[in-house]
């Protein structure tokens, strides 16, 4: 099942009258845009990769997990 969005998410305006070759296909996922320059903008976007990215731990070790705080 494809799903296919005409709402540009660059500008939030309806795409579906523009160029057919101002699309992009991710997964199941088909993204129409308005522009050239909004296509671009979204492929500019830095995704978050938390197995990459996310190198600093949040976590709050307990004496539970080994950590002595006496």
């Known amino acids: 099942m494809t799903i296919t ?3 540009d998410p ?3 305006r309806d795409a579906s009258r523009t ?3 101002l699309r992009l296909r991710e997964g ?3 993204i129409y ?3 050239r320059e909004n296509l671009d903008s979204y492929r500019n976007i830095n995704i978050e990769c938390p ?3 996310l190198r ?3 976590d709050n070790p307990t004496e539970d997990c080994g ?4």
Do not use: A, K, Q, V
């Open 5 to 7: 969005t005409t709402l």
């Open 10 to 12: 660059i500008s939030l």
């Open 19 to 21: 160029n057919p070759d």
């Open 28 to 30: 199941n996922l088909e």
């Open 33 to 35: 845009f308005e522009s």
């Open 51 to 53: 197995g990459l990215d």
């Open 56 to 58: 600093h731990s949040l």
């Open 67 to 70: 950590t002595d705080w006496n």
